[in-house]
């Protein structure tokens, strides 16, 4: 289970990459201080609130860390090179990491568990399985369906993948490109925050936290095609699996060579990913 726990994380990490590529078509490496973001405001407000008000609160919290990002960072910029946007991603995280140190400290921090406690367990035949992780994959699969119904059936959302696919034919279409890439970063902010919150009680958290998520997000994204979130489940629960597996044959020291081997290889040799997705070709043009 703990192959399907931890890529059920990277795969909700993942999600928060395609809501972004999806509405502008850039790669967010920010995204793990999201997540890193709604753990640590839920820790935080859950010592004066009862915790689904904390957890919601951090949501809050986040988008409009989410929102101000794109607008201080994303806005001003006029055709910005991928390149480019990749390098000021990359600050904005090492900047929400220092201001989360300087606010938190270096101590790691948790949640309670949602229901049960750490040596609870539920009996799935013959396996035993943490209530926290239900909590998870629940979370997760509601998050995959909603945006997924949202892209496809929402008058929005079709605005904000309009958006992605041509800025300048959207705007002609009276589609407010700003409103719509700023909403992006608000719907990523969010559910980084809710998954934050969800995953905290089990691999806790910390200000430098948010940095291997990211990594193991994108490799996420990649592996399964960027903009497709159905696809980023399986793929989060292929790196899941193969992590847990590889460390029957390596020192758990080496576990983050999976991901990154993972991600090197698909780069070279199947840029669009496992799941075929056209979208995701455009990574050849780094």
Known sequence: MAGITYGTIYAIVAIGFNIIYNATGIINFAQGEFVMLGGMAAVTLSRFLPLPMAILGAVAITMVVGAVIEILFIRWLRGPSVLRMIIITIGVSILVREIALHVWGE?????????????????????????????????????????????????????????????????????????????????????????????CPITYVHYDSGTPLAIKGFTVAILGGLGNSMAAVGAGMILGILESFSIWVLPAAYKEVVSISILLLILFVRPSGIFGSAEASRLKEF
């Open 107 to 199: 101590s790691v921090r948790a949640l309670p568990y949602f229901t049960g406690s750490s040596v609870s367990s539920i009996n799935l035949g013959s396996v035993y399985v943490s209530p926290q992780v239900l909590w998870v994959v629940g979370v997760s699969a509601v998050a995959v369906g909603a945006l997924s119904a949202f892209f496809s059936y929402t008058m929005l959302g079709r605005q904000m993948r309009a958006c992605a696919a041509n800025r300048d034919a959207a705007r002609l279409c009276g589609v407010n490109v700003s409103n719509m890439v700023t909403l992006s970063f608000m719907l990523s902010a969010a559910i980084g925050a809710l998954g934050g919150a969800v995953v």
